[in-house]
């Protein structure tokens, strides 16, 4: 039985996924480096091959390309608008926080503040946003973290049919049955991990225009910082919607009382909608429609394990498990 159990494909499949998690777990330092590489990688395929379909020409020069274009636009924005949103984040923290060291006169006000305080909501904006600022600030480092992505994912790319080939050699090598349950694990990965990624990413960016379109016309300050805001808290699944109210409901009553609070809330319910009722069914898998306690828990425990970046690739990661799993739903018509 104990030989039977070693020799099961099913007992190989369990030991190299504990492999491969204790290996991501020892290069945890790297992480950042890790996801920029793959969001890169995955991303920039999905373009290229988008291209290639509608423009005639070489896939090496569309690859150089399309770097070279999202090289110039990165440079440009950091050299521009960077130390603008600096600015407007710095100046958002400190309007927050005024927010909530001073009395108010409203006694249903003062009850809100004193529960959000109660459930640490603000400890979550504090982290959210010094994430922000260290990385927005610590330029050097940042900077080179992306760099050295778009570096290993333009060789990748470039060089992506001579990879497959070599590869492929591992299949008749003394390592082939690893090779094949790497290569399982590998091709699911690619297909729930990365394509939950780049839904999240687009409905990310949809909610962060409609969003400061919003915000502009009810006369929002800073709206650079708040755009910023939004859109890396969008990448978080429900919760990232909750926690984006409470600033904006912050800065709505300073700018305008409860009247401008009622309308954020009526247009972040119009927009939560959009993304709701059709960008989530056209973007997202039907594993990805989770309960909204499950999200929550996954959210919770991911950011406990992984911090910030938790609360990004927790459901995603936990939709590959899923895949993994082979996690369906028998009851979907």
Not at 25 to 40: C, G, R, V
Not at 151 to 166: D, G, N, Y
Not at 185 to 190: L, Q, R
Request: net charge positive; aromatic share 14%; proline share 3%.
């Amino acid at each position: 039985m104990i030989n039977k159990l070693f020799q099961s494909s099913g007992f190989k499949r369990l030991l190299i996924f504990i492999f491969i998690a204790i290996v991501i777990y020892a290069l945890h330092d790297m992480i950042n480096l890790l996801l920029f590489t793959f969001i890169f990688t995955f991303l920039m395929d999905r373009l290229v091959f988008f291209l290639s379909k509608k423009v005639p020409l070489n896939r090496k020069l569309l690859v150089i390309t399309s770097y070279a274009t999202i090289v110039s636009l990165l440079s440009y924005a950091i050299v521009k608008y960077l130390p603008m949103i600096i600015t407007e984040i710095t100046q958002l923290i400190r309007q927050i926080t005024a927010f909530y060291t001073s009395k108010h006169d409203n006694m249903i006000l003062n009850f809100i503040v004193s529960r959000l305080e109660e459930i640490q909501i603000s400890n979550y904006l504090e982290r959210g946003f010094t994430f922000l600022i260290t990385y927005f600030t610590d330029i050097s480092t940042f900077t080179l973290q992306i760099l050295l992505a778009l570096l290993l994912s333009l060789f990748f790319l470039l060089e992506k049919p001579r990879l497959i080939e070599f590869t492929r050699k591992f299949k008749t090598s003394k390592i082939a049955s690893i090779h094949a349950e790497i290569e399982f694990f590998a091709s699911k990965f690619v297909r729930t991990f990365g394509k939950v990624i780049e839904a999240q990413i687009i409905i990310a960016i949809v909610n962060c225009i409609l969003t400061t379109i919003a915000l502009w016309i009810l006369g929002f300050p800073q709206l650079g910082g708040l755009s910023i805001m939004i859109l890396f808290l969008g990448l978080i699944p429900v919760a990232g919607v909750i926690i984006s109210l409470v600033p904006l409901t912050i800065i709505a009553y300073s700018i305008g009382g409860i009247m401008t609070v009622l309308y954020v809330f009526i247009a972040i319910m119009i927009i939560h909608a959009i993304e709701a009722y059709i960008l989530n069914p056209k973007l997202m898998s039907s594993k990805t429609n989770l309960p909204v306690f499950y999200t929550f828990i996954v959210l919770i425990c991911s950011e406990h394990f992984f911090g910030v970046w938790g609360l990004i690739i927790g459901i995603p990661v936990f939709v590959f498990i899923l895949d993994v799993l082979e996690v369906t739903d028998n009851n979907k018509e």
